[in-house]
């Protein structure tokens, strides 16, 4: 009788530690401190914190996005601690592996609506990640594979023609979220998956991430400064300043006693308007 394969771990981490290197005139900065986190194949945690608080910088470390420079030849760098993603260890990590990796992780980036390859039409974005892969993949199972993406983030095939400019941004960021996830990760890290999205189609942007995560049960690590946002998609919570994981856990775990004094201002603000409501029915914007 042989015994069953144990589920890889969608993340561990371990006292990691992420630093940008000295720029120009800009010297070294720390931009995550010793982060630890352990997420289960299947579950969705979301990791809440202000702009600068180094949510960003893990979404590329994490998603092995951060192996490729910037527009300006600067890339954060793993200088202490651990970080496993789907089994592949990121520090020293191989080609070949990082390949792996990244073939298993889709990134939603912060602005990935509003990148969009305005030359392309819909169905040549979410292509892109297949034909990167293999130029000589079958055109007409590549076609089919699209148009099921499509339609599975609730759009009408009509919009495959279209390009980026003619679309809403709530459809823009549905076109994104197929993009990410036409593979078939089994990990999604969507950074601020709401960001410059129409206030009416905020909640149906993230109900749609909570609703595929479910349907294909894959992993997430879901990223935003707004509360609400996080509420609604999370098994989990992480509440990040600074640089420093300050808070883990359900939503009551978090917030109903507090050590650390970010954290406690949050709980402050969500104090229930009336005594007998429960603090996992409200929700705040987290910004500072």
């Known amino acids: 009788m042989t015994r069953e394969a144990k589920p890889v771990l969608a993340i561990r981490t371990s006292d990691l530690t992420i630093e940008y290197p000295p720029h120009g005139a800009s010297p070294a900065f720390v931009a995550v401190h010793g982060f630890t986190l352990r997420i289960n194949p299947g579950e969705v945690v979301g990791l809440l914190g202000e702009s600068g ?79 990167e892969r293999d130029r000589r993949y079958n055109r007409r199972a590549l076609g089919a594979r699209v148009a099921t993406m499509i339609d599975s983030v609730r759009l009408p095939l009509a919009v495959l023609a279209q390009y980026p400019y003619e679309l809403s941004s709530g459809q823009r960021q549905r076109v994104a979220l197929a993009r990410a996830l036409v593979l078939g990760p089994t990990l999604l890290i969507a950074d601020e998956p709401t960001a ?58 978090v917030f109903r006693d507090p050590w650390h004094p970010y954290v406690r201002g949050l709980a402050e603000a969500l104090q229930p308007q009336d005594d007998g409501d429960d603090v996992t029915t409200q929700t705040a914007a987290a910004e500072s």
């Open 196 to 253: 410059g999205v129409d206030v009416l189609a905020r909640d149906a942007v993230i109900d749609l991430i909570r609703e595929l995560q479910q349907e294909r049960s894959f992993s997430a690590l879901v990223i935003s400064h707004d509360l609400a946002v996080i509420q609604r998609v999370a098994n989990r919570i992480g509440v990040m300043h600074q640089g420093v994981l300050v808070g883990l856990g359900t939503l009551d775990e």
């Open 53 to 131: 608080s180094g949510k960003s910088t893990l979404a590329r470390v994490l998603s092995g996005d951060a192996f490729t420079a910037d527009a300006n030849g600067i890339r954060p760098q793993i200088t202490g601690g651990e970080a496993t993603v789907l089994g592949f260890g990121l520090r020293r990590v191989k080609k070949r592996s990082l390949t792996q990796l990244r073939f298993g992780v889709g990134l939603l980036a912060q602005d990935a609506a509003v990148t969009l390859e305005s030359t392309m039409t819909v169905a040549e974005i979410v292509a892109q990640p297949v034909l």
